[in-house]
Antibody
Framework: QLQLQESGPELVKSSETLSLTCTVS??????????WGWIRQPPGKGLEWIGT???????YYNPSLKSRVTISVDTSKNQFSLKLSSVTAADTAVYYC??????????????WGQGTLVTVSS | EIVLTQSPGTLSLSPGERATLSCRAS???????LAWYQQKPGQAPRLLIY???SRATGIPDRFSGSGSGTDFTLTISRLEPEDFAVYYC?????????FGPGTKVAIK
């Protein structure tokens, strides 16, 4: 059974860089069928797609965050990561990693991590 | 960017009743790449429907999706107690991928 697990600091200071890692088990980030994404959800609010990566390193970002986001993949560790720079209180959210359902990055998200709440403090 | 509007905001129903949720897009969604997710408090979203009308693996057949272009519907034929949750639609045909604001299905 595929499992995804987010990890990283739960508290980040304003203006610093948020860094999270998603560890994949029960499957491989190197599987050429799948793409891997990050989505966030501010407390009590809706969902926002942040970006997506392929095992080759190809990335696709939401233009609203593109200038601050970097997503990378480490196939040797079966992980992919998110960095969001210059954070503000508006970046406080539950961050989810997820898998696109296959064949293309234009696919729904069929497996999700449990999510991790990251709070930006001043 | 495609904006998704969901209605109603809250749907108050009793177990056994039929639920009809609407998702409208600001422009036509390419290839009808529209998904529905269910989210319960403290949990990650769960994929229910993809490509507007295909049920994801393990999803009961009381969940069905329909629609095309800009208008889509999720129907739950007979609500079970575990179906009371928030439902989101998402379009993934055009980047950036976007989600609707959600419809809460509440117990009446």
């Amino acid at each position: 059974q595929l499992q995804l697990q987010e990890s990283g600091p739960e508290l980040v200071k304003s203006s610093e860089t948020l860094s999270l890692t998603c560890t994949v088990s029960g499957g491989s980030v190197s599987n050429s069928v799948y793409y891997w994404g990050w989505i966030r959800q501010p407390p009590g609010k809706g969902l926002e797609w942040i970006g997506t990566i392929y095992y080759s390193g190809s990335t696709y970002y939401n233009p609203s965050l593109k200038s601050r986001v970097t997503i990378s993949v480490d196939t040797s560790k079966n992980q992919f990561s998110l960095k969001l720079s210059s954070v503000t209180a508006a970046d406080t959210a539950v961050y989810y990693c997820a898998r696109h359902s296959g064949g293309n990055y234009k696919r729904a998200f069929d497996y999700w991590g449990q999510g991790t709440l990251v709070t930006v403090s001043s | 960017e495609i904006v998704l509007t969901q209605s109603p905001g809250t749907l108050s129903l009793s177990p056994g009743e039929r639920a009809t949720l609407s998702c409208r897009a600001s422009q036509s969604i390419s290839s009808n790449y529209l998904a529905w997710y269910q989210q319960k408090p403290g949990q990650a979203p769960r994929l229910l429907i993809y490509s507007a009308s295909s049920r994801a693996t393990g999803i009961p057949d009381r969940f069905s999706g329909s629609g095309s272009g800009t208008d889509f519907t999720l129907t739950i034929s007979r609500l079970e107690p575990e179906d009371f949750a928030v439902y989101y639609c998402q379009q993934y045909g055009n980047s950036p991928f976007t989600f609707g604001p959600g419809t809460k299905v509440a117990i009446k």
